[in-house]
């Protein structure tokens, strides 16, 4: 997934276009990285619309705020770190409400069923370990989609996160680590397909 | 019950990594949308947006700003200067007499929004669940602007009495405070001293919020936080609306416009 010196090149000059106002350069970037943010953002918040108006939120701000981006770097990793950040807000923002909702229901007889919703999730292996990865908290899942499901680099999803590289490592083992714990406890399905 | 169960360290952490990076990838996503199309019409509808805020704010500002402040805190008895101050809840604003300033050969720093760096060092980080389960103060969060979300920082102090410190960062700079909210107890005695005569004709201003006085203070300003021994004194660079209602004194430090601040004000709900 690194870029060679000819794509860093081309990146480049289309991002000074784009400083200078020209739009069409900026399309031609959003092109280019509008599929790993928008699929970022969506496992980050598991809703097609919402990660939709993240990416493209993300890239309208990015615009913005170009005058401050150093030229000299990839762009992906900045428009993703711009998408997690406005994606933890807007999870908070649904998280409320969903508490707010959970708060109802908790208080009604007819309790909503959670089996229906992991039961949906249930139709392949990665979509049975990102149902398993939702139940860490937002650090662990970040390095976890960055890593194996986008297949960023030890360094880029260092850059992301805005942390050195070792501290990508160090994260990696004990996200892993808590990954074990949920699927022995709430995903035994996925622990048995490990192990045949 | 498997009696092998995952270990850290064991074979089956590999089988994990393994798993993750031979299934992750196949990960069923939807069909990536039209972003550059949306974000091409977006930018032909919405005019030139301004390059960030504090940059608009003149630097002389905060320059005449730093030699008062220099020349007051150097002059014994500067603090006898004093020619009032308005007390909004418990927070006291200082109006003080302009002292000479040296400005021939003064540099001239530009007005920098605050770093969270310089705030990560506060006392009594917490998470939002845990002051609102833990604060003797009613937590109440902002709805507006719609797009603020819930904060980024909760710091939960006790001044006396509590202090909670709400942190809204900057999405596309989050090393940067875009706003905060401070809410003090009654017996906090939080002290926000102003410098009147650096700020021009009309900095400070009476308003109101839910029928209650309120003061808008332009910056930047000195703020000194006191209780006891305690002293914390920091440069603010935004805006402030101070108000309180019942027993609670609020502080929004913000680069938003009164008008803004006003409405950010009144969209205050109990996040419990």
Not at chain 2, 3 to 20: D, I, V
């Amino acid at each position: 997934m690194e870029r060679s010196e000819d794509a860093a090149a081309t990146e480049t000059a289309l991002i000074e276009q784009a400083r200078s106002g020209d739009q069409l350069a900026w399309e031609n970037l959003v092109r280019a990285h509008q599929e790993p943010v928008f699929r970022f953002a969506y496992l980050l918040l598991g809703d097609s619309a919402e990660a939709e108006d993240t990416a493209q939120e993300t890239f309208l701000r990015a615009y913005r705020h170009l005058h401050k981006f150093d030229s000299a770097r990839p762009l992906r990793p900045w428009l993703l770190s711009i998408a997690a950040n406005l994606a933890r807000n807007r999870r908070r923002s649904l998280g409320r409400y969903w508490a707010m909702l959970r708060r109802f229901y908790d208080t009604s007889p007819a309790a909503h069923d959670h089996s229906a919703e992991e039961h949906s999730l249930q139709h392949s292996e990665a979509q049975q370990l990102w149902a398993a990865i939702r139940r860490l908290d937002q650090t662990d899942q970040q390095v976890l989609y960055l890593r194996f499901f986008l297949e960023f680099s030890v360094e880029e999803t260092a850059q992301v996160m805005g942390v050195a590289p070792g501290t990508v490592k160090s994260r990696l083992h004990r996200a892993n680590g808590r990954l074990r714990t949920v699927i022995e406890r709430d995903f035994p399905g996925i622990r048995e397909g490990i192990e045949t | 019950m498997n009696s092998n169960p995952l270990t850290p360290g064991s074979a089956s952490e590999n089988w994990l990594e393994l798993r993750l990076q031979q299934a992750a990838p196949a990960f069923p996503y939807p069909p990536t949308p039209d972003i550059a199309g949306n974000v091409r019409r977006q930018l032909e509808r919405l005019p030139a947006r301004p390059a960030h805020r504090a940059a608009l704010r003149p630097a002389w500002l905060l320059a005449l700003f730093l030699l008062a402040a220099a020349a007051l805190f150097a002059i014994p008895g500067v603090r006898a200067a004093v020619l009032e101050f308005i007390q909004v809840g418990v927070v006291r604003i200082f109006l003080v007499e302009p002292t000479p300033t040296p400005t021939a050969s003064a540099p001239t720093p530009q007005p920098q929004p605050t770093p969270i760096s310089s705030l990560l060092n506060l006392a009594g980080e917490t998470t939002l669940e845990e002051a609102i389960a833990q604060s003797t103060l009613p937590v109440r969060l902002p709805s507006y602007p719609p797009d603020l979300g819930p904060p980024d920082y909760v710091f939960l102090q006790d001044y006396g009495g509590d202090l909670l410190f709400l942190v809204w960062t900057d999405p596309e700079d989050p090393g940067q405070v875009l706003m905060s909210l401070q809410s003090f107890g009654p017996d906090a005695t939080p002290v926000n001293k102003w410098y009147a005569q650096q700020m021009g004709e009309h900095p400070l201003e009476m308003t109101e919020v839910n029928g209650s006085p309120a003061v808008w203070t332009t910056g930047p300003y000195l703020l000194e936080l006191k209780t006891g021994d305690l002293e914390m004194r920091r440069i603010l660079d935004g805006h402030t609306l101070i108000w309180s209602e019942g027993e609670i004194t609020y502080r929004l430090e913000t680069h938003l416009t009164l008008e803004e601040a006003l409405q950010t004000a009144h969209s205050l709900e109990d996040a419990r």
